[in-house]
């Protein structure tokens, strides 16, 4: 198919690209063959319907939202362990530590809970902590490690200290808060909490 | 249209929040692109959904925030072409399995279609998506809200005046697909009726 200069002075037209020069020029070819003008016409008609059409179905689509519910936990935990082990690769500390465990495989279910065994090493029994706290719905994930500090040492190998912090929630009748009575003594008292949501089970 | 740096990292890391966000603005431009390249026959809201089910499971795999919206094309392309193989599959299936159509029928399947049309938009849509991607996708993408030929060309890939060439291109082979149909429409009703 081959374009027209017509053809393109229409598409910029009705694209709203168009520039003053691009108008006289239409007009132009119109002295000559009237039936351009309808074309435009015709063009700019096809145009307007189309983005009537597709803006509905683009309204549908706009009820569609990412499968976040329950497992968005499990996966946010994944992805922080990921990008936390693509950083001390590029930081060139390459230590078995880092890969050695604490994956957490987000398709593990209660049934693989059910048939834990007693863990060899200590980052088996870390991950079966965090597996069997996710099936049951008090771990909700672990935040980035935060390094503390690397040392070298004499044997050439690297000493690394690092806070692990796991997030975990549990369901309580009482809540308390830290506070000082009237004569400065610490001291625990009931705490009065504002607003509520719907329980949602451990 | 898009997400700044900091969104798009935090979305690549797992934030519910960010992965909400940048869904929330690239979902109308990723219904875009599967709409680009599926089948007439798919249902965009099953595909699309398919696409946000990889992103869940798969952001993390982006490098490079400034990678996220080639990477989400790409999901897309690949979502939409899948179904285009399944159907595929099953069209040539149903070849097999259903009897062989006459002419008389495939007219009044024609006529059908016709009939139950919902009006010129919806006609100018269909057409649309009878086009080649190639054609297609960038006359979608400027109907999105805010979409300039200088970011379909960024998102293409390809020169802007690639993208100007396509879519004039575009627009005459609506024209032309359009005319085609209302000559059909004039001989279907320009036919004699059969004597009683």
């Not at chain 1, 975990?168 to 830290?178: G, I, K, Q, W």
């Not at chain 2, 109308?28 to 026959?41: L, Q, T, V």
């Not at chain 2, 072409?81 to 009044?108: C, F, H, I, N, W």
């Amino acid at each position: 198919m081959t374009l027209t200069r017509e053809d393109i002075l229409i598409s910029r037209i009705v694209d709203g690209s168009s520039e003053p020069a691009d108008w006289a020029e239409l007009q132009t070819l119109a002295e000559d063959d009237p039936e351009a003008l309808l074309r435009l016409a015709g063009a700019q008609r096809r145009e307007a319907d189309l983005r009537e059409s597709f803006g509905a179905v683009l309204n549908d689509a706009d009820e569609i939202d990412l499968p976040l519910g329950h497992t968005a936990t499990v996966y946010t935990f994944r992805n922080r362990l990921q990008v936390w082990t693509g950083w001390a690769a590029a930081a060139a500390i390459a230590l078995a530590w880092l890969t050695a465990g604490g994956v957490l495989r987000p398709n593990s279910t209660t049934s693989t809970v059910a048939g834990w065994s007693p863990a060899a090493t200590t980052d088996e029994a870390f991950e079966q902590y965090q597996m069997m706290g996710l099936a049951e719905g008090r771990v909700l994930g672990e935040l980035p490690k935060m390094m503390i500090q690397v040392e070298r040492l004499e044997s050439g190998q690297a000493e690394v200290t690092y806070l692990r912090r796991v997030l975990e929630r549990r369901l309580v009748t009482d809540v308390y808060e830290s506070g000082v009575d009237t004569q400065g003594r610490p001291e625990l008292r009931p705490a009065q909490l504002t607003g509520s949501r719907a329980n949602d089970a451990l | 249209m898009g997400i700044d740096r900091v969104t798009a990292r935090a979305a690549i890391e797992g934030d519910p929040e960010a992965l909400r966000e940048f869904w929330r603005t690239h979902r109308r431009w990723a219904a875009a692109i599967i709409m680009s390249h599926m089948p007439a026959e798919a249902e965009l809201d099953d595909l699309l959904q398919d696409v946000a089910t990889v992103v869940v499971e798969r952001i993390s795999e982006v490098r490079k925030p400034e990678r996220l919206r080639a990477w989400l094309r790409s999901v897309a392309i690949n979502t939409a072409r899948t179904a285009g193989r399944k159907q595929s599959v099953r069209r040539r299936a149903m070849r097999e399995l259903a009897p062989t159509a006459t002419d008389a029928d495939r007219s009044e399947e024609r006529a059908r279609a016709r009939d139950t049309a919902r009006g010129q938009a919806k006609r100018v849509l269909e057409l649309a998506m009878r086009l080649h991607p190639d054609y297609r996708e960038p006359l979608l993408l400027r109907s999105l809200h805010g979409m300039s030929q200088r970011m379909i060309a960024s998102t293409l890939d390809v020169p802007e005046t690639t993208v100007e060439t396509r879519l004039a291109r575009a627009r005459k082979m609506l024209r032309e697909e359009m005319a085609f149909e209302t000559d059909l429409e004039d001989l279907t009703i320009a036919k004699p009726r059969s004597r009683a």
